[in-house]
């Protein structure tokens, strides 16, 4: 594909907006996309990283920060990760995290990003597609429930086993079914 701007080079960028339904796609090459960094969020000294595109959406959280503002009650504790005491202000500058603690010790920061940069999705659901990898996810969710029913069968709530048991042998006709078809 060559480069929509200077129609001479390759495209190495590719971009697609998406504005009230309207999709629109920009290939560009990098030496155009560095001419338009104000446009296309390069800087030309340093280069784009994914810790410059996660800094550029902390910065973009206005709504908590005002928020904050507004709040007359405020306290002037600074929120800090126990572990490697890093606040979430130099998480904000720097882009990423100084420990696996800071997860948790921002978690109420960084979920309203997560939420919009992924589409309302907070919980990490697995690399493989559904609509590709069928059986896995059926396998994967059969492992859950047999988890689900050892935690209830530790709490001696019998009624909900039989439950989950059921849905399992669900999934496990449904993994049947396209074995089946899959030969």
């Known amino acids: 594909m060559i480069c929509q701007e200077c129609q001479e080079r390759p495209a190495t960028f590719h971009f697609t907006k998406v504005i009230n339904g309207e999709k629109t796609e920009v290939h560009i090459c990098e030496h155009c996309a560095k001419d338009n960094s104000e446009l296309f969020m390069f800087d030309s000294n340093t280069g784009f990283s ?3 595109l996660l800094t550029g959406l902390l910065k973009m959280e206005p709504v908590i920060a005002k928020a904050e503002e507004h709040n007359v009650f ?4 600074v929120l800090q990760c126990e572990r490697c005491k890093m ?3 130099q998480f904000s500058k720097v882009g990423r995290f100084g420990c696996s603690n800071c997860y948790e010790t921002f978690k109420n920061q960084i979920t309203p990003i997560l939420k919009r ?3 309302g999705n907070t919980v990490h659901a697995g690399k493989i597609p559904e609509r590709i990898g069928g059986d896995i996810h059926l396998r994967k969710k059969v492992d ?3 988890g689900v029913i050892h935690n209830l069968i530790l709490q001696e709530e019998f009624e909900k086993v039989a439950e989950v048991r059921d849905e399992i042998r669900l999934l496990d006709k ?7 078809e899959g030969s």
Do not use: C
């Open 87 to 89: 606040t979430f202000q």
């Open 50 to 52: 994914f810790n410059s």
């Open 74 to 77: 405020k306290q002037s504790v």
């Open 117 to 119: 940069v992924h589409g």
């Open 174 to 180: 449904k993994l049947k079914g396209s074995k089946e």
């Open 144 to 146: 859950e429930l047999k």
